[in-house]
C-alpha cells in the first residue's frame, strides 16, 4: 500500500519514474589572476596544459584568498529539534549544520533535514558572534531550508550556477563538521547529474554533484565553492560505511536549492511546479524521453501534450532521462510557461506549458 501511495505522490508532483535506477563571493582579483599571470609568463603563444606549469605557491595563494573571500558568508547552526530515537521514542535533540548567507537582509539558506520542526535555532557567524535564529521555511521534498536572523553588517555569498562546472575542477567545502566551525576541505567535482533515492515522501535528489572534499555530519547546508570564490552546490550528505567521510559527499546544484528558497521567502513554502506527466525512457537509442500518460486537467493536457509523445527539449535543455525533466522543472516557477520540443509521428513541434501548482501541496 505504501508504495503504491507513494508512486500516486511522485505521479502528481511531476511524473511517475517508470525506471529502475541505482546510485552507480566574488573571487579577489588577486587570487583568480595568480594562474593566469604564471600561464602568460610561461608561454603567451601556448594552449597546451602541458606547456603551463604552476607552482605549489600559486595553488596556495588561490585557495587560501578564496577561503577567505567566503569564510565571512558561511555559518554554524544549532537546532534543537524533537526527533524518534533509536527505539522510535519522540525526544529533543541537537542537530549542527552549516548555512549559507543569501543577502544582508539576514537570509540563510541551508538544508531541511537540520531546521525542520526546530523548537530553537542558533546561528554562529564566522567572527563569532551568536545570535537567534527564525525558521522561515523548510522544503523536506528537496531538503532546502531558510533561517532568518537579525544582525549587521552581513557578508552575502557569491552564486554562480553549476552548468559551468564539469567534473574534474577543484572544489572547496566549509561547514562545521561535528561542530567544529569553518572546517575547509578540499576536492574536485567527481560526478554530475547524479541521481540520490531517498524517503518516499520526498522527492529523489536530482543532478546531484559529487565530490571527494570530504563531508561529514554538520557539513550539510554549507556550501560547495568553485575556484572562483562562486558557491555552486549545497553540501547535502555522505555515503559512508563508517559514519565517517569516505570521499563521497553530494551537494544540491545551487541553482535548484535558490530556486527553491526564493519560493519559501516569498510564499513561506515551496512551490513545486506541476506539469502533469507519467514518462518512462523511448527504449531506444534515441534522445528524449516518452510520455506515457497524461494526467487529466493538468497543463500538459490543456498544452495539448497526448501520450506517445517524445520530449527532447525543455527550455532548449536536451532531455535524456525522466529525472532531467524533474531537475528542469524544480529550477522553474508556478504559473511559469516553458517551451517544450517534442516529438509526435516523426514531426518535431514546440509546445508552450503553463505550469501550476502541484496539486499535493496545495
Do not use: W
Not at 502528481?12 to 517508470?18: G, M
Not at 606549469?53 to 524533537?82: C, G, K, W, Y
Amino acid at each position: 500500500m505504501e508504495k503504491k501511495l507513494s508512486k500516486i505522490f511522485l505521479n502528481l508532483l511531476v511524473f511517475s519514474i517508470l525506471v529502475v535506477f541505482s546510485i552507480a563571493c566574488a573571487p579577489t582579483e588577486q587570487a583568480s589572476s595568480v594562474i593566469v599571470q604564471r600561464a602568460e609568463q610561461e608561454d603567451n603563444q601556448s594552449n597546451n596544459p602541458e606547456d603551463i606549469q604552476f607552482s605549489l605557491e600559486d595553488i596556495n595563494t588561490l585557495i587560501s584568498h578564496l577561503v577567505q573571500e567566503v569564510m565571512p558568508s558561511v555559518v554554524s547552526i544549532q537546532a534543537d529539534v524533537i526527533r524518534d530515537n533509536e527505539i522510535g521514542e519522540e525526544e529533543l535533540q541537537q542537530v549542527i549544520g552549516s548555512g549559507i548567507i543569501m543577502n544582508e537582509e539576514g537570509y540563510i539558506l541551508t538544508n531541511s533535514h537540520i531546521i525542520a520542526d526546530a523548537r530553537e535555532l542558533i546561528v554562529v557567524l564566522d567572527n563569532g558572534t551568536i545570535v537567534e535564529g527564525d525558521v522561515v521555511g523548510s522544503s523536506i521534498q528537496t531538503d532546502v531550508g531558510v533561517v532568518k536572523i537579525e544582525a549587521n553588517d552581513l557578508a552575502p555569498a557569491v552564486f554562480g550556477t553549476m552548468d559551468d562546472q564539469e567534473v574534474g575542477d577543484l572544489v572547496v567545502a566549509v561547514g562545521s563538521p561535528f561542530g567544529i566551525q569553518q572546517t575547509v576541505t578540499l576536492g574536485i567535482i567527481s560526478g554530475k547529474e547524479r541521481i540520490i533515492p531517498t524517503p518516499a515522501d520526498t522527492l529523489p535528489i536530482v543532478d546531484a554533484i559529487q565530490t571527494d572534499a570530504a563531508i561529514n555530519p554538520g557539513n550539510s547546508g554549507g556550501p560547495l565553492i568553485n575556484v572562483g570564490g562562486e558557491v555552486i552546490g549545497v553540501n547535502t550528505l555522505g555515503i559512508s560505511p563508517t559514519g565517517a567521510s569516505a570521499g563521497i559527499g553530494f551537494a544540491i546544484p545551487i541553482d535548484t536549492a535558490i530556486n527553491i528558497a526564493e519560493h519559501i521567502i516569498e510564499f513561506g513554502e515551496a512551490r513545486i511546479p506541476f506539469m502533469g506527466v507519467e514518462l518512462a525512457p523511448t527504449g531506444v537509442d534515441a534522445p528524449g524521453v516518452m510520455i506515457e500518460n497524461v494526467v487529466e486537467d493538468s497543463p500538459a493536457e490543456k498544452a495539448g501534450l497526448a501520450q506517445g509523445d517524445i520530449i527532447l527539449e525543455i527550455e532548449d535543455t536536451e532531455i535524456t532521462s525522466p529525472f532531467g525533466v524533474l531537475s528542469k522543472l524544480l529550477r522553474m516557477g508556478c504559473d511559469e510557461e516553458i517551451d517544450v520540443l517534442i516529438e509526435r509521428d516523426g514531426e518535431i513541434m514546440e509546445v508552450s506549458v503553463f505550469l501550476e501548482l502541484c496539486p499535493v501541496l496545495e
